[in-house]
Every structure is written in structure tokens, then in C-alpha cells.
């Protein structure tokens, strides 16, 4: 079992910067990847950014590509996203999540969940 928790969501106004953090613990020896997610009230949850934990390969979705920036920190099992010029639309609940293999980026995708942390951008 792996364990995620989040930190670093608040509000935040139009074209600000926040930083949200997810520390793995448990058997994260197991991990391939952890990834970015984050859903918006009445709507599905959407894939954001993942990374490969054992050699930093990124890919995240074109929305955001130029704007967030997913990193990791082996030593302290921990995975960043880096968001800046956040607009209206990023708000949502923003999900980290885990996976032992690879495969096509879906929600399926991943074994582990963390209880998500709240981003709000006021305009």
C-alpha cells in the first residue's frame, strides 16, 4: 500500500502562482509514476501531469503545458506541481496519485489516491 498526501492548495487570484506538494508513504518502492489529477465541481476528474519516478520523464496535458511544472524529490518521496498564471478555469480539487506500471494515462492508470487539496482562483 502506498499513502498520498497533498498540501499547498488556497486561493489565489488570477495570474498567481502556487505550489502543491504530495508525499508518498507505505511501499513506495512499488512506484512507477505519480501523477496530477484535479476535477472541478459537476465534472469529470482530468489527467494534469504525470512523472516517471524512477527517471524524471514528464507529460502533461497541452492546457497547462506552458503554465505548470510537475517535479519530484526522490529522497523525500515527494511530487511538486509548480502552477503559475493560474486562471479562473483551474479551479478544482487537485488529486496526486500513484501507479506501479505504465500504460495509457487514465484515471485506471493509477492505484493510489490522495484526498485531494482545494485550488481556487478568483478572477
Known amino acids: 500500500q502506498v499513502q498520498l498526501v497533498e498540501s499547498g492548495g488556497g486561493l489565489v487570484q488570477a495570474g498567481g502562482s502556487l505550489r502543491l506538494s504530495c508525499v508518498a508513504s507505505g511501499r513506495t518502492i512499488s512506484t512507477y509514476g505519480m501523477a496530477w489529477f484535479r476535477q472541478a465541481p459537476g465534472k469529470e476528474r482530468d489527467f494534469v501531469a504525470d512523472i516517471n519516478w524512477r527517471n524524471g520523464t514528464t507529460y502533461s496535458t497541452d492546457s497547462v503545458k506552458a503554465r505548470f511544472t510537475i517535479s519530484r524529490h526522490n529522497a523525500k518521496n515527494t511530487v511538486y506541481l509548480e502552477m503559475n498564471s493560474l486562471k479562473p478555469e483551474d479551479t478544482a480539487v487537485y488529486y496526486c496519485?500513484?501507479?506501479?506500471?505504465?500504460?495509457?494515462?487514465?484515471?485506471?492508470?493509477?492505484?493510489?489516491w490522495g484526498q485531494g487539496t482545494q485550488v481556487t482562483v478568483s478572477s
Open positions: 496519485a500513484a501507479r506501479s506500471r505504465t500504460g495509457v494515462v487514465t484515471t485506471t492508470l493509477y492505484d493510489y
